[in-house]
Nanobody
Framework: QVQLVESGGGVVQAGGSLRRSCVASGRACSNYATGWFRQTPGKEREFLAAIGWGASRTSYADSVKGRFPISRDSAKNTVFLQMNSLKPEDTAVYYC????????????????????WGQGTQVTVSS
């Protein structure tokens, strides 16, 4: 069974950067898409970015496009989210998840098409 372990959260000042890591164990996940989401209290889980199998394609939400590049190191079964130019409104719990699909065909925007999920990590951006 696949397990995801996230790291790289914390507190950062506005304008700063954080690098999130998502390490998969149990099987190679490079044959599946991987996504990043975030959630704030009382709101739906929000899609941020996804990377297709073999890093063939990436997709981003408008809110993070150009700021949060996603990448994959298949040899280490790890997906990264580099979070740059952080804003206070980026404060949330961030999650990675493995898709039930390989290609980014539109289903990747919805959290219901992902399993398993990482444990989630708080990111706080202070103004």
């Amino acid at each position: 069974q696949v397990q995801l372990v996230e790291s790289g959260g914390g507190v950062v000042q506005a304008g700063g950067s954080l690098r999130r890591s998502c390490v998969a164990s149990g099987r190679a996940c490079s044959n599946y898409a991987t996504g990043w989401f975030r959630q704030t209290p009382g709101k739906e889980r929000e899609f941020l970015a996804a990377i297709g199998w073999g890093a063939s394609r990436t997709s981003y939400a408008d809110s993070v496009k150009g700021r949060f590049p996603i990448s994959r190191d298949s040899a280490k079964n790890t997906v990264f989210l580099q979070m740059n130019s952080l804003k206070p409104e980026d404060t949330a719990v961030y999650y990675c998840a493995v898709g039930k699909f390989a290609s980014l065909d539109g289903t990747h925007y919805s959290p219901e098409h992902y399993s398993p999920w990482g444990q989630g990590t708080q990111v706080t951006v202070s103004s």
